[in-house]
């Protein structure tokens, strides 16, 4: 714990409590939120903040606390799901594509040249033209658009890895791939693929809110960031930026703090890279 | 050679990818007829020119080529909702799109790179200024930054205008300089980062300590070792970033409802209209991968060693 | 007396604290001397050579006194400085491959030690480059001039750092280990030139080096350096056959030559 800290540095750990917060607070909305995000009254709208409405209330009336709440969790489970399939699909892509080589490496790396022609928001557009807007088609169309980047990551890693002696030689002694690839390989490219989830965790949050703020997302009248930004437009344009400002705030905020985190954990400049 | 290899390997991906754009559609549920009619009442005779236009009777590669050859020769087909060329919806687009990439591709180079060299150099306020600024930069969603632009200098400050593209070369820019901003700003962030990043580490280059140690002027050390190598490993991510703006573009076309493709593009999936959408996803991808293979020509050219040693 | 170092200590900060690299340093170097600095990794040898340049690391402290024909260098800077570094040190690194810029053909790397450093005008800057290529025994110079650092080998690019160093014909040249990174023929062969130059020209050199027989073999007097220390200083001849320090005795008998044969039977010499 403590040399955690220490890697994470004074900003690194306010990063974290941060990201913790938010994090319990998407997880404990149902409990901790004063009001239903998606019911208001019109009589109640445009209110300041106060007692009552902590943050003040939106153009329908609804509290902007309570759906910064709720919000929180659509805008983390997007990208705790995208994360996590890139990171299991790409990481076996990688290093099956790592173990085997010649045509199987090839193959893969075929395909996954064809999704690197596809800039990730376009790949998400497309499938959610065939398949309806919904948040789980965006993360799951956003999942394999970053499978490539993962794993071309992964890859060159392992690909250094693969040739070394404390690879080779349990190969030699006839032990299965996937064992000598679970035992050995995996716990070299671990930290790596911890970076990567952390940093990429960032970026999907982002091109998920941007999807929902499209109208291509998370449907109304559910709360999410992206969400509450784009329909609290017209608001910011009358006079009533807290909608949009408050929702945006909360994005840049864990966004920032994820990629000071990623960047701590993996130790080299986060911004730019996807991993 | 070097190119023909790359422009080989471009034309195959596009070819792979408009097959993907292609087949698509064949994805969904139900018929393709259905899909592309969506359940709208259409009549008989338009029923047939969909069928006419996607081939629906014949095999499915004959199908896959003739929309390809088409779409090469310009056809894009007609849009599902209302019966126009396809063709010709996007190149009343096209243009404001295209503005509004150089646009922001000029913001993220000259802010990027300039801000980046001036933190990697000077140390101090400047570069601590700098250095917050751009790691908070890239958490800052495209769709967000345009929204407060637009609500501090259009609605606010008056400035600039709330949404339209103008006529007209400089009210053009004028129409668009907020959106390119929006656009730019989380990629100028990136970029500013990096460039600082890497003129921080060839200041401190063997080639450049020992260039001072040969009492080369310290300007030109600064110019010719450090700025000058910096640039490579810079080029290969402003250029990933110019790249990315075509998938950004949508978004703040959106914000600020300019009349380009990103807006063509969600109105179309809104409405359903695929053929639309396909015809914008091939346009995009072409230019997404033809940007990719400039930039990495554009590497080879300015660093010696590529085409001799494979670059890992 | 040419250069003379007195007192030189140097310390880097680190974590909580300072970490002593140099101490206490003194040697120095009379016009046209070859004087060794020879001991393991870590000794600090190098630092010494970098604070005569004054290309110590951002963070070092350093006390001493550093006179070069007079000229207090550790009080320079600016301009003087640069001129200093231009007109009267060389120094000769172990990499040739990082010391020269990758993206730059050699032509540049000589004209400019020869135009923006030393003032000369680029047309002579570009004759004169040939020349030198041709002095450190370089053929196809018209080539190589035309060439990348990529393209050419270690003892070729050394070569080139020899040329750029002897072009100013400097009062001193300072060599850090500018063979450890060369196999054991092309070592030989620069050496020579390394050599034959700077004796050619009167220069002095401070060489530093981990191999106390290719000190012996090129240098006038040797210091033997440990932990930041100068623990002996004397002729190559004495400090083989008489080391006083017991670190001296130690270099002298894991020397590989003295493992294998007498140092009498052929040799570096």
Redesign the interface.
Known sequence: MKRFAARMGPIGMVAVVIVAIVVLGAVLAPIIAPYDPTIGSVTQRYLGPSLEHLLGTDQAGRDIFSRLLWGARSSLVGPLVVVTITAVIGTTLALTSVWWGGFVDSSISRVL??LF??????LA???????G?SLTTAALALSIAYIPYTARVIR?TALRERNLPYIKSPQLQGISGIVITARHLLPNVAPLIVTGATINF?FAM?EL??LS????GVQPPDADW?LM??SG?QS??SGY?AE??LA?LC??????SL??IGERLGGR?A??RKA | MFVVRRLLALVG??F??SF??FS??Y??PGSPEN?LVQGRTVTPEVLAAIREQYSLDDPFFVRFWNWLTNVLQGDFGQSLTNRQPVGDLLANRLPTTLTLVLLAAIIIAVLGIGLGIVAGVRDGIVDKVILLG???G???????AA??L??IFS?GLGWFP?FGSGDGFFDRIWHLALPALALAL?SA???A??TR?AIREERDSEHSVMAIARGVPARIVLQRHVVRNSMLPVST?VG??I??L???S??VE??FTLDGLGTL??G???R?D?AV?QAI?II??AG??IINLAVDLLYAAIDPRVGTKKA? | MMLDIRSLSLSIAVDGGEKSILRDISLSIDRGEAVGLVGESGSGKSMTLRSVLRTEPRNATVTGVITLDGVDVLALKGEPLRQLRAHQIAMIAQNPHAVLNPVLPISRYLVEGMHDAQGLSKTAARVRAGELLEQVGIDGVDRVLASYPHQLSGGMLQRVVIAGAIAGKPSLILADEPTTALDVTTQAEVMAILDDCRRELGMALLFVTHDLDLAAAVCDRINVMKDGVIVETGEPDQLRDRPAHPYTKELMDSRPASVMWSPDAGGTK
């Not at chain 2, 890239?138 to 967000?144: E, Y």
């Open positions: 040249d064809l022609a596809f800039p990730n928001l376009l557009v497309l499938a959610i033209s065939v398949f807007a060159s960032g982002i809110a941007a703020f499209l109208g291509l992206g930004v784009s437009q910011l344009i930026p949009s400002v945006g994005i840049v905020i864990t966004v920032a990629g000071y400049s911004a730019g | 991906v596009l792979a990818s993907l754009v698509a559609m994805a969904a899909f751009s790691s908070l890239f958490a800052v969603p495209t769709f967000f929204l407060l637009m609500s609605v709330v989380p962030a990136v970029v980062r990096i990043t991510i990933v970033h790249a990315g075509i998938a950004g949508f978004v959106y914000a593009l969600v179309a999936v809104q359903k695929f959408v996803a995009l991808v997404f991968g890992s």
